[in-house]
């Protein structure tokens, strides 16, 4: 029997997602929406109030929902059906957050139309849905890989005109949502964990709802070729073939978004059954890596596009707001000059020192993960199994904590990179929870970022935060 208060959490959440999807056809990310527009323009507009009024309750209804049941759902099919629910009238509103899926469409139609998105922008190679594209997006490469713009001209070829290829858009990050779900009960088991816990955090979160299914984004397929991929390597460690289709996998989720890139090593450590030794380690990476290989080869060969797709990259961080940490510490570091009439531009110098951070945490956690792992002795313990997964899981959802962070742009979606995963192996959730609840108030329906008009203020109490959490991770140090 369902306790009251996840009774009342389920339709409150409910009617959060009703007035989130109200909120988008009054003034979602409409294709004729008005850009370069302000919250105060937002409100002087006919339906503005109502907009602002419905995706503001809205999303307190449904991240408090969310919230209110952290610790886990009554049960796995509960938390299922609520997610489900609560996805359904996102599913049939126009695109929520972002104008991004446009860019997909555009991306999509350049390919299917003998232009190679990596060298020519949406404009130049004449998409006749231009004006729905940010302009900030009009002139760059495509950042991601060949399995996603295949998917986007497919999306393309399949919708026809503009609205059908959004909705095949949708339906393709959808289908990234259901192999995500289907495998999280059985990463759950291997991890340890509750199901009904795991299910809940990482699939009913407002940042689910709003960016992956009405947004169309495509984390959602590269969540799901992720858990997939992780899936068969904790199923069957150290088996050839599962972990040649693992690297398959992890290699196609790469050739989506290249941030799936940092689990792999992970990955590799998930799949040693036996007492890890240096031998078995080279033995096992080099399965994953062939497998891995295989599909970036393949699919670069399929596509036609070879691995230009990698020079796009660069132009993910054209974008400045302070929602990504090195980018506020460079922008307080430019104010501070500016009162002594500097101009230091540290923006690009912090991001760059923030990347070499960041290749240094990524081999601190792996050693550390490796180092953990080498402490089992009983390979035969099937509670040594669990804890074994459970130890590489955790390293590959602190791995994406840490992309994200350091990172030289942060949007809300990249939220749910790790969060997927700290759903599996995070003993407290708090951590965690509060900072994607958070990241659901960022994005006003029509994809307007509230950081674009909070950088000073929100510079200052992003570098004070990090601050303050520096200081108390290196006191917490000293007194252990």
């Not at 957050?97 to 139309?113: E, M, N």
């Not at 996998?249 to 450590?269: E, I, Q, R, W, Y």
């Not at 036609?304 to 506020?328: C, I, M, N, R, Y």
């Amino acid at each position: 029997m369902t306790a009251p208060g996840a009774s009342l959490s389920r339709y409150a959440g409910l009617v959060g997602a009703v007035l989130l999807a109200v909120a988008g056809h009054l003034g979602g990310a409409l294709p004729d929406a008005p850009l370069g527009v302000t919250p105060a323009s937002i409100w002087r507009t006919p339906d503005g109030p109502a907009t602002l009024t419905c995706w503001l309750i809205g999303t307190v209804l449904l991240v408090g929902a969310w919230w209110s049941l952290r610790e886990g759902a009554p049960s796995t099919r509960w938390a299922y059906v609520t997610a489900g629910l609560w996805a359904l009238p996102l599913l049939l509103a126009p695109p929520l957050g972002s104008r991004d899926v446009y860019s997909y469409a555009c991306q999509g139609w350049t390919y299917a139309h003998g232009v190679d998105p990596y060298t020519v922008g949406v404009a130049a190679a004449g998409c006749p849905w231009l004006d729905t594209v940010a302009p900030i997006w009009r002139d760059t490469p495509a950042p991601y890989g060949p399995v996603f713009v295949l998917l986007a001209a497919l999306a393309v070829g399949l919708g026809g005109g503009l609205t059908g290829t959004i909705v095949a858009l949708r339906v393709i990050a959808v289908a990234g949502l259901l192999l995500a779900a289907l495998c999280l009960p059985a990463l759950a088991r291997a991890a340890g964990v509750p199901a009904r816990r795991a299910v809940w955090l990482a699939l009913a979160g407002p940042l689910v709802g709003v960016h992956l299914v009405a947004g169309a984004h495509n984390d959602a397929v590269m969540l799901g070729l992720l858990l997939c991929g992780l899936l068969v390597v904790v199923r069957r460690p150290g088996r050839p073939a599962a972990l040649l289709l693992a690297g398959a996998l992890l290699g196609l989720a790469v050739t989506v978004k290249a941030s799936a890139a940092v689990v792999v090593p992970f990955a590799v450590l998930a799949g040693m059954p036996d007492q890890p030794t240096v031998r078995a380690l080279l033995r096992h990476a080099g399965w994953l890596a062939g497998g891995l290989l295989a599909a970036l080869l393949v699919t670069s060969g399929v596509s036609g596009l070879g691995f230009g797709w990698v020079g796009g990259l660069t132009h993910s961080g054209d974008s400045e707001q302070w929602t990504s940490p090195p980018t506020a510490v460079g922008f307080v570091v430019d104010y501070a000059g500016a009162l002594v009439g500097r101009d230091p531009q540290a923006v690009p110098v912090v991001r760059a020192v923030a990347l070499l951070l960041l290749v240094g945490v990524l081999l601190v956690l792996w050693w550390r993960t490796w180092q953990v792992l080498r402490g089992f002795h009983d390979a035969a313990d099937p509670e040594d199994g669990v804890a074994r997964s459970l130890v590489a899981l955790h390293g590959a959802a602190l791995a994406l904590v840490a992309t994200v962070v350091l990172s030289p742009v942060f949007h809300p979606w990249y939220a749910t990179w790790p969060l997927a995963l700290l759903a599996l192996t995070a003993a407290r959730t708090t951590w965690f929870v509060l900072p994607a609840a958070g990241a659901a108030f960022l994005a006003l329906p029509d994809g307007t970022n509230l950081a674009r008009f909070t950088k000073a203020p929100g510079a200052l109490a992003m570098t004070a935060l990090l601050l303050t959490v520096l200081l108390r991770t290196v006191a917490r140090r000293q007194r252990r």
